[in-house]
């Protein structure tokens, strides 16, 4: 595949600053709200196809568009097809400092940005191509794969880049927990739920699947992105523990 060049990827790098405004009036405050209505009622209005629907395109983030190409590669996808624009897209996400943010010009993260990079590699661009050299500095400087977050752990864990003893797990018998205790299954949020009763799964099973070089458990692919790869078996330490 021919990789698009260095110079699809966003320079702006810049994170997206917050400001607070100045405590409104009730009559501001009010004004304000009437102009927001008014303006998405005239959006929504103005975006309507002649046929009485509407359609846009449903965004997401570099991490979901990486987390799909994980998905195809557990379960023998071939992303031949999609394998241009996958790659192209992703590099275009890419920040000036070589991170990958999980919204538009917002800044990037180690978790985020291995991820990305697990799935670049996946897609079949080389660790030499300057994308990948700019992200691989990136982790390095912010302190290698040891960041990593806890979901991008268990990601790296079903591939085999790290050991399953290293991320954190809750054991599948929590679903059983009565509603009378304070941590149960439905004191989470349905969001929460979907999310965490097929972790479940996984936790238990601990599946391990081979990515493109054909390696299973101990795949040393990412060895260069860690500060000390013979330190992965390390428990994984919550931000908790800095305070």
Not at 58 to 76: K, P
Not at 106 to 119: H, I, K, P, Q
């Amino acid at each position: 595949m021919d990789n698009p060049t260095h110079s699809r990827i966003r320079e702006s790098s810049e994170p997206t600053r917050i400001h607070f405004p100045s405590p409104l009036t009730e009559e501001d405050l009010k004004t304000r709200v009437e102009k927001s209505i008014r303006s998405g009622t005239e959006f929504l209005f103005s975006a309507q196809r002649k046929e009485q629907f509407w359609c846009a395109e449903l965004e997401s983030n570099a991490t979901i568009t990486s987390e799909y190409v994980f998905m195809c590669q557990m379960l023998g996808i071939s992303l031949k097809e999609k394998q241009e624009g996958l790659t192209r897209y992703l590099f275009k996400k890419q920040n000036h400092d070589g991170s990958w943010g999980i919204a538009d010009q917002w800044r990037g993260d180690v978790s985020t940005t291995a991820e990305v990079y697990l799935a670049l590699r996946i897609l079949e661009t080389e660790q030499s191509h300057p994308v990948l050299l700019k992200a691989e500095k990136y982790i390095r400087d912010q302190g290698g794969l040891e960041k990593m977050r806890v979901f991008t752990r268990i990601f790296f864990a079903m591939f085999g880049l790290l050991p399953w003893e290293s991320t954190p797990v809750i054991p599948p018998e929590f679903i059983f927990f009565p509603s009378q205790l304070p941590a149960n299954i439905y004191s989470l949020a349905s969001w929460a739920r979907s999310t965490m009763v097929p972790l479940f799964i996984i936790f238990h099973h601990q599946p391990v699947y081979a990515l493109p070089n054909g390696q299973f458990k101990e795949n040393p692919l990412l060895d260069h992105l860690w500060l000390n790869p013979k330190d992965k078996k390390r428990a994984f330490e919550s931000s908790l523990a800095n305070f």
